[in-house]
Every structure is written in C-alpha cells, then in structure tokens.
C-alpha cells in the first residue's frame, strides 16, 4: 500500500498526562488530538493497545485482540451516569512523570467492577442491546477472552499452565460449570471491552474529522499466559502441560551480544496454513477495527524466525527457521484486500525479508539514530539512501531518546564502545551540517526534509528529554514502560516549529 506524504508523532495512550495515574481516552487524549491538528500532522502512532500482562509491557499482553482497561477514562464513564458522583473518590497522589502500574490497577479496577454493576443493573434497553451486538460483532476473540480473565482473576491471575488441569485443557465439563459459575464476571469482562472499543472509537473519530489517522502496532508473537494460546493450543508448538516446546526470540544484536530471548511461543505453521491461515485473518481484522494502518513488529519473522529452545534463558543457542512468508500475505491479501502494513525490517534483514516486503507493496522502516555508527543496516538509514516508500524515525520505543544517545556516551543502550560514540557523533556532525543546533531538532528536521513519505517522532524527542524517559530497553524485563508527559508539555511553540517542518517540506 502506498502511503501519502504526510508526518506524526509516536506516543502511548498511557504516556498522556492525567490525574487518574495513568494516559487514557480521557480529555488528555483530546488535547493531544488537538496538538497534532494544531501542528499540522496526519499520523498519531500508538504501541499496542492490548491488555498488559507480564512486567506491564504492551507486546506481552492477555489477548492480541482486547483492550486494555487501565485506558477507559474513569470521568467518561461519570460523564455518561455509569459512574455516580459518590463513586470516585479522591485520588490518591501518582506520580506525574511515570505510571505505577500496581497503583494504577489497585485505584481503577474496583471502580470500572463498580461501573460494570451499574450498568448491568440500570442500563436501558438500547444500551443493554448495543452490548449485546457489541459482543456478537466480536465473538470469535471476546468469548474467549472474558472467560479467561475471569478464570485469571479466579485463580489468583496466575499464568493458566497454573489452573486446574482440566480447565487449563478446556475439557468440555470443565468448560461448560466454570462458565455458568463465572457468568457474572464474564458478563462483566465483556462490557468493560464494550466500555472500551466505545472510547477508543469515539477519539478515533475525533482525530479522523481533523485529517488524523491511526497507526498501531501488531506483535508478530503473542504472549504464552495469554487467551489466544489458551484457546489455541494447536496453533502453538507447546508441550502437553502447555509449556513451549520452543520460544521466540532475535540473535545477538546492537541492543544485546547475548540476543534477546522473548518467551513467546513459537507458531505451528504447517497447521495454520492447513486451516487457511484463518486464525491470522482474524486476528488482523481485529487490529483493522482499532487502526487505520498496522506496523508489524518483528515483520522478519515471517520470512524466517530465530528458533531458540523452550528452556533456554538468552537467545544465543537458537535457529533461523523458514516462516510462511508470501503464503500467508497472499492468503490475507485476498481476504482483506490491500495491505495498510508498516514492515519493521530491523536487526538480520536478508534479501528474502525485502523481497517478501516489496511483493506486498508494504513500507519498511529507517531508524536515523542508527545511521552513523556501526549497525549493519547503518547505510539504508541514511537519508540520502532513502526511498519514499518508506516509514523514517528519529527514533521507536525501543532506543533511547535522541537527548539520551546524544548523551549518554553509550552505556547500558547497546554494544557500543566509548571510542564508537566519539566516531558516531563527528560523523553525525559532518553528515548533518550543524554545530551547536538542538540535536533533537536537527534528526527531526532531517526525516521531515526526506523522501520518504512517512516521518515519524516520538513525542519525548520533540520534548528534548534525555534517558528519563525512554520508554523501553530491549532486554530488560522489568522498569521501563512508565513514561509520561508533563501536563503542558505539548506546547503551542512546539507545535508551531512542527508545523512549520510539516508546511516547508510538503507534509
């Protein structure tokens, strides 16, 4: 698919500002709408919207296709009388800069159980039948997932490997008692998806009347303690107990000289193609109904994966084995049509992974962080090598900010040395012409003024922030996924000079 010229900016719904702990589709997501609009951009670039699991990461999540609670706007739900005036009490003191996940879940979860009670009992009867039509619309993923989370909140949230055999195995007995003992918090777990697609969708609209549009983010892999696996079994190389058989992962990189070793259980392909591929139709038409384009993380994947066994702790013993590659895009192309898919072809990129890319007309990716050090993929990231069929970056959530590589003279990010940082930064220099400029502005600048169609920015590279506020570091499992933007942040001068980069370079 060919996108049109145009810019954005990458920020997590959690990372907006507001006083309930956390960024929701509250009035902060409104505002930030209203940003964007004021600075002249098209794109509004979120991670993954699902339900966080594992160390709050959003690309380990209970379900591919679910919402994440901790997103519904506590004050909409007042707005609208499902929450009462006597039901929010006072909020306790978050932190403004970051989330406190266990905070956050322990203040918001008893009030959307609340509102879930509410409404169960005094919805009217267009209500009761929109949740009701809400719930059949989306019944090849829902029904699944809010046993699950039932089952989870049942059995302590432990991983489902965990639950009783016979339910952990879906036997049809057990099945069958645990949904009609489970009824009131199933039914509680579909309105809050309900709740959910609601505001998402209405803030979508928002941004669409303002010539906005949505990416979103698709994780090739699932989480292993997720419904999707759960009610899958057969789609994943998992041993009788549940337990993966083999796990994803990437080999040794840039980011770590062990690899990084993910945990996600690795697909049973042969079986999904005999099905037709049907399970990853679904599942990217799900993703379809939250975004208006998709970047796949991991896109390389498909071409040929890093196979590492189950019980290994780093990634360094694993395998490069074939995917599905231009059978599965075929088979999803013919059934959803054109392709609105970013390709993340980042770390081992081969000739075949671009080939499989251009044969489905789908962008990739080019990280200008990376452009003047010693990545392999340095020279693609180049502006003067880029095409325009192609997504650029300052920077994902996966580096630092440009503020912190700037200056934090390499320690902790990557594999590079002192004396690579020094080199790094006198080529950047040269390469980009500037001396004592904001080097946040100067990258900006540079993807703005480039061929490529879509330029992209985080939102803390706009704000100049160092280190304190990277979003995630690869290989680390816990600690990160926790920033927020000060509210005010997203001034009327930044959007002013953003703008004015929009305007002069014709996006």
Request: proline share 6%; glycine share 8%; aromatic share 12%.
């Amino acid at each position: 698919m060919k996108f049109p010229r145009s810019s954005g900016v990458l920020l997590h719904p959690t990372s907006l500002p507001g006083r309930h702990g956390i960024g929701d589709f509250g009035h902060e997501a409104y505002r930030f709408v209203d940003f964007l609009y004021s600075a002249g951009q098209k794109l509004w670039q979120v991670l993954p919207l699902n339900p966080t699991g594992y160390a709050d990461s959003p690309f380990q999540c209970f379900s591919a296709s679910a919402g994440n609670l901790l997103l519904i706007s506590l004050d909409h739900l007042a707005e609208q009388g499902i929450l009462g005036k006597n039901d929010l009490p006072s909020v306790p003191a978050f932190p403004v800069e970051t989330v406190d996940y266990g905070a956050v879940a322990g203040f918001k979860m008893p009030l959307l159980h609340k509102a879930a009670k509410n409404f169960l009992a005094n919805a009217s009867a267009d209500s009761r039948r929109e949740l009701q039509e809400f719930a059949r619309a989306h019944a090849s993923w829902l029904d699944d997932f809010a046993l699950f989370m039932a089952l989870k909140e049942e059995h302590d949230l432990v991983a489902w490997t965990k639950w009783p055999s016979d339910i952990a195995a879906r036997q049809a007995e057990a099945m069958k008692r645990n949904k009609e003992k489970l009824a009131p918090a199933i039914e509680a777990q579909k309105f809050f998806q309900y709740v959910f697609f609601q505001q998402w969708q209405k803030l979508r609209a928002y941004g669409r009347e303002r010539g906005i549009r949505i990416i979103g983010d698709l994780p090739i892999y699932v989480a292993h303690d997720s419904a999707d696996v759960w009610a899958n079994r057969q789609f994943f190389l998992l041993d009788e107990r549940g337990t993966p058989l083999k796990i994803a992962g990437v080999p040794p990189d840039y980011f770590s000289a062990t690899g990084q070793c993910w945990g996600n259980p690795i697909y049973n392909w042969p079986l999904l193609k005999q099905t037709g591929f049907q399970w990853w139709i679904e599942r990217l038409r799900a993703a379809l109904r939250l975004y208006d384009f998709i970047r796949i993380d991991h896109f390389r994947g498909f071409e040929a994966y890093w196979e590492v066994p189950g019980n290994e702790t780093t990634a360094i013993n694993g395998r490069w084995v074939k995917g599905p590659g231009a059978e599965l895009f075929s088979v999803l192309r013919k059934e959803l049509g054109d392709l609105p898919i970013i390709a993340e072809n980042l770390g081992v990129i081969t000739p075949e992974v671009e080939a499989l890319r251009h044969e489905f007309s789908l962008p990739g990716m080019a990280i200008l962080q990376f452009a003047f050090g010693n990545d392999p993929q340095a020279p693609t990231f180049k502006p003067h090598n880029y095409v325009r069929d192609l997504v650029a970056y300052t920077g994902t959530h996966d580096n630092d900010t440009v503020m912190g590589w700037w200056t934090s003279g390499g320690s902790g990010d990557s594999t590079r040395s002192a004396e690579d940082v020094i080199q790094e930064h006198a080529y950047a220099r040269a390469y980009l012409g500037f001396k004592d400029d904001p080097i946040h502005w100067v990258l900006i600048r540079a993807i703005m003024s480039s061929v490529a169609n879509t330029a992209i920015a985080p939102m803390q590279d706009l704000l100049g922030l160092g280190s304190q506020a990277r979003m995630n570091l690869p290989g680390v499992s816990s600690g990160y996924w926790k920033w927020r933007m000060k509210p005010g942040a997203a001034s009327e001068e930044i959007a002013a000079r953003l703008k004015e980069l929009a305007t002069l370079y014709d996006r």
